[in-house]
C-alpha cells in the first residue's frame, strides 16, 4: 500500500473523545499520514461542559494555505468536520478544490445539528454556507438531522426506507456525488446507515446491533473510519461496514468500563478490532 497523506479539517477539543482527537488517531491507526488544520480550540467539547474556552482560527488558514502551495503540498484525502463561521467554509471549500491530488477523495462532514435541531451557535444562513460546501464533496457523511436542514424535508423520528431514500437523493442534488446517511434505523434492535452513489443511482445499507449507550463523538469515528477504510482500498460498502461495526465496537468497550468518562467513548481500546479488520486490506 503506498503511503497517502491525508488532511483532516475540524476543531480541536482539549478535552472531550472527538473532532481531532478523535480523527487523528483513527487516521494514523489506519496507517495513513494525517495532517491537520484545526478550525479552533476548544478547552473541551460543548456537550455538557459548561464554561468551556474557545478560540476560533479562521484568520491562520489562509497564511497556513499558501505555505503548503508555496512547498508544493497535495493531499490524498481531505475531511472536513466541524467548522466554525461562514467566513470559514468559504476558506475551507477553496482548500477543497485546489489542495488535492489528482486522484483525492473530498469527504464532507456538515456537524452543525442533531436530534432535530441546529446547534444554537449556527443559523439557517450557516446552513445555506454549509449546502455550498457539500457541493464539492465526493463523499457527503451528515446524520438525518442535517440532510432534513439541508433540503427542507420535514424531520422524523419515525420513518420508512422511501423516506431515507427521498432525502439521500434530495441531499445528492446538492452536487455530493455519493451521500452516506448516519443514525439509520428501521428497526428498534439495528442501527447503521444508508448510502446513495447519484452517479450509478444505488443505494446500499449496513446495520448491526443497536446498543442502548449513547457517546458524544461516535459520528466523528464513524466518518474516520470510514475514510481510513476506503484510504486503504476498501470499496464504500466495504468501509462503512467497518465503520459501523467499530463504532458499535467503541460504544460496547466504553460500557464495560464502571469507570468510563461520561464525555466520550474509549475507542483507543477497540484499535485493536480496526487493525485486524484492515490487516487484509
Known sequence: MAYKKILTIQDISCVGQCSLTVALPILSACGLETCILPSAVLSTHTAGFSGFTFRDLTDDMPAIQAHWQK??????????????????????K????????????????????????????????????????????????????????????????????DYIRDLLQAVAALGAKKVVLTGVSFTPDTLGCMAYDSETGEFFSYFNHRDGASYHGTGDIFAATTLGGMMRGLSLYEALTLAVDFTLETILVTRSDPDAAWYGVEFERALPMLYRRLGDA
Open 71 to 92: 512547498e508544493g503540498i497535495k493531499f490524498s484525502a481531505i475531511y472536513t468536520g466541524y467548522l466554525g463561521s461562514l467566513k470559514q467554509i468559504g476558506y475551507v
Open 94 to 161: 477553496n482548500i477543497l478544490e485546489t489542495m488535492g491530488t489528482e486522484d483525492c477523495i473530498r469527504v464532507v462532514a456538515p456537524a452543525m445539528a442533531d436530534n432535530g435541531q441546529l446547534y444554537s451557535i449556527f443559523d439557517m444562513e450557516y446552513v445555506e454556507g454549509m449546502k455550498d460546501l457539500c457541493g464539492v464533496a465526493d463523499i457527503l457523511v451528515p446524520n438525518i438531522t442535517e440532510a432534513c436542514l439541508m433540503t427542507g424535508r420535514e424531520y422524523r423520528t419515525a420513518y420508512d426506507e
